[in-house]
């Protein structure tokens, strides 16, 4: 099918070079990106590659963000979103047709589960869920779980995903 990475890159304008790094490594389909740090007056452009994002609330600093950079030799199709959460998405042919959702949950927002529910319900199937979502959890390798992480695992649980 392709790789798909997920990178929080807290700031990608700095980084720009090591994204070009991760596209000439791994040439992938989607990449993934939360906490952008962009304003909607800061275009990003990459060669090869198309973007949606969703870009930090005015007023908060630029904090957040989220972007999916879909490769120009997959055609793709960005999804309209209806949520209050940092969340984009794309339909991408990437040999069968997956749907793409990059997310960014802010570590101290309070996050409903049912905001996540209808998220999902949004993604037509299959889908691949990127993200930053600041939980922690011994199901994905953490030494310690947190409420959000819990809240992560029912959320997985309940809407019968897989944690990868």
């Known amino acids: 099918m392709g790789t798909f990475l997920s990178w929080n ?3 990608i ?23 952008t740090f962009l ?3 800061n275009p990003l452009k ?9 870009d930090a609330a005015t007023g908060s600093n630029h904090s957040g963000g989220v ?14 979103l209806h949520t209050s959460l940092q969340a984009v998405a794309v339909q991408v042919h990437a040999r069968t047709l997956v749907t793409v959702c990059s997310v960014y949950l802010q ?18 199937t299959p889908f691949i869920l990127l993200g930053d979502f600041n939980g922690h959890s011994a199901l994905w390798g953490s030494d310690v779980t947190n409420s959000r992480g819990r809240q992560i695992e029912r959320f997985i649980s ?4 897989s944690a990868q």
């Open 46 to 54: 990459l060669r090869g590659y198309n973007s949606v994002r969703k």
């Open 107 to 124: 570590p101290h927002d309070d996050i409903r589960e049912q905001d996540l529910d209808t998220l999902v319900d949004q993604l037509p």
């Open 67 to 80: 972007c999916i950079l879909t490769s120009n030799l997959y055609r793709s199709t960005p999804l309209t």
């Open 9 to 11: 890159c807290r700031g």
């Open 158 to 161: 309940n809407n019968s995903l």
């Open 39 to 41: 304003s909607s007056n």
């Open 13 to 35: 304008r700095s980084k720009l070079q090591d994204l070009k790094g991760l596209i000439n490594s791994f040439h992938p389909v989607c990449i993934g990106l939360q906490e």
